[in-house]
């Protein structure tokens, strides 16, 4: 659906319930895709969106409920009555039902769960963090035994008809409930009836542990391209499976967590969420900035003579500043993305410092020329000139080591490398920068003051 | 597997085959899942990659091509004979042969085209831009009719045997081959032999065109949550299915773009890359900077005399602009996610706009304050610390119009929100910073020094 398409049926459910006509509110939204249900519900302020809350049914509020983003979810659904609550989330997946769960109090949680019919379900995905593999599985709807013929299988499903489409591989367990392999639907429907599942079966099946983190299980997914990951315990036991489709959220949450992380961001962050949490998620960040911005200051108001004599060195300064930030953030981005992706580790850190090192000598020799040149013909003085194209050499290999040390030294600290990095590198390139160009105009001050 | 045992496979291999051991090399890699196997082979240098190729079988090859990334497999696929390769392509993801084939000369692609038996399937791919549905897409192995029983379909499985797991949905197509319905394999499976396929399918199938943009078809995948996406021509005839573990690259592959772009980086850099690709890739755009850095430099230049007179604004007009940059960064990382992610639309920039303002002018009292407070202790100067909080507070609501104001532009003009849009921001921020700091100053000099 379109976003204009959506904007005008969030303003016309939202003229429906402001006259009084709930049922064509209700009508307008039931035509949809639950997908486009919560983006249109989404758009909606907060009292309409409780006017509906109470008109929908169960079952249409838990497939609006699973196609939120996790945050919105769980704000709209702690706006839920407990009573109603237990019976929406009947019908949501049982990770999903979970993930509310943990967020109400405890007698609270007991109260919804206790009216649930699914009950059993849910209480085993509990002890699990929403961001572990056990927090993102689902409970596996049937499982096969080795001993099955494919047509026993067959039959098993016709059975007990499982009502979601998540079954496109099933797994096999043995007699101790055992995971020991992994058939697609397709190998047993096209298999011969009486073959036994233990032949067709892939006794290779990759698995992981409940407290396998969420950036692993994606990335083991995206690696191995699975549609479904099991999740077993010590003994191997089948405890459940995480699918692609929650993967592929987490891949795009953890994309965005990166970037914001990089700039100082929390990932609780919305473009258009209250002005009041952006200020209180912005705020604490933005005066650490401020504080290494005056460190920076402070180093140049040890050059206050110089500048005071050759007051043209404030306008230079920040050229070799800003563009040591440019150039380190640059590497910084690359070492973030790759370390996260995989395609790096710690390890890599030397290889990766020699490759910048002569990265920024290279750019330096030409950025370097170039200030140098600007700088000469713009005020005429030489040895101007030499001390900006040669600070600004230096500052771009400072700004390539730092680039590579700070996201390898937050990995290695166990922090996420991207955590501020962003922050912490600017402050070194602009303090290193008015440092080395202030420092190398104030030892050659007279050459300058001459040149001039 | 782990990085650590890759690095060690990785070596071993390349022993064996300095050693002249080309069997044990081939063993080694053997026994890996072909995910593995490709990142293994992406450790060793370019010509023990040269004489595993001349080793392994063409599918075995194939496998090691299917799970690469796109630029390693062009590359390496790049170097493999041509003969060789019209039997490896044999063997790949027929997106993935046409992606191969894109990359050759013309007579090139047409001779190994020549040679291979899928020629067909993969010839229709061919007019499709990578980065379009249609050069996402997988020929679809099996159609069905809305007239067939689930029998009839089950039978006609097992005749085929597709040989892909890609089979969970099953497209139906009516007798002019326009698609007008879908079946997931478990309804298949689980309904009464006689039902009509008509009377389980799902007639509501979404479906893109094929020259559906990639990020169109991960943005659809994901909010109804699609392991297979349809592609149909003008006339809605079924063409091919994306799949979701193609998109899940896709969805890595423009979180990277959109992080890169936004610090002025090429999507082709790679952290282990050569030097030269990102001395290359850099240059331009470092130079750009350059120049923008210039400017804000040529703004403090116009007032050199404060400078020369009170030395300390050049101290503090970088925390200005530098608190103003890290402010405007964050409001535009906001932005850029909320675009890509299709959470927010150009026709948002209002609201936008009136919340970073608000955020903004509330971050800024406090920033702001904080700045005069600290610029008073440290310089026991009351003048400059007023000039200074003032303005801090105004480059701050400036950071959070430009913010807004870069990327929806970008949007506008159809160009991609994150295109260099840190540098255009920062820019914006010291230019302005600098003014307004160093204007102000100048205005009220007289105060300035009468306070020192």
Known sequence: MEEVQVHELAR???????????????????????????????????????????????????????????????????????????????????????????????????????????????????????????????????????WMTAEDAINLLRREKPDTDIVYYLFVVDENDRLVGVVSLRQLVIADPDTLIGQIMDPQVIHVGPDTDQEEVARLMEHYDLLALPVVDRDRRLLGMVLIEDVVDVIEEEATEDMFRMVGLSEEERALGPVSESVRLRLPWLIVNLYTAFLAGWVVSLFEESIAKVAILAAIMPVISGQGGNDGIQTITVIIRSLALGEIGVQDVFRLLRKQILIALANGVVIGGLTGLTVALWKGNVALAVVAAVAMVLNMVVAGIFGVIIPVALKLLRRDPAQASGVILTTFTDVCGFFIFLGLATLLLNWIEASG
Do not use: C, W
């Not at 302020?45 to 983003?69: C, K, T, V, W």
């Not at 609270?108 to 056990?134: F, H, I, N, W």
């Open 12 to 146: 016309n459910i939202a003229r429906a319930l402001r006259e009084g006509k709930p049922s064509e509110a209700v009508q307008a939204l039931e035509g949809l895709h639950p997908a486009d249900q919560a983006t249109v519900f989404r758009e909606l302020d907060r009292a309409e969106q409780d006017l509906l809350i109470n008109l929908l049914s169960p079952d249409e509020l838990g497939a609006i409920l699973e196609y939120m983003p996790e945050d919105d979810r769980l704000e709209v659904a702690g706006r839920i009555e407990l009573g109603t609550l237990s019976r929406v989330l009947d019908e949501v997946d049982s990770d999903v039902a979970a993930d509310v769960l943990h967020e109400l109090s405890p007698t609270e949680a007991e109260q919804v769960l206790g009216q649930m019919k699914e009950r059993a379900e849910v209480e085993r995905l509990l002890p699990y963090a929403d961001t572990s593999a056990g927090g993102l599985m689902m409970p596996v709807p049937i499982v096969l035994r080795p």
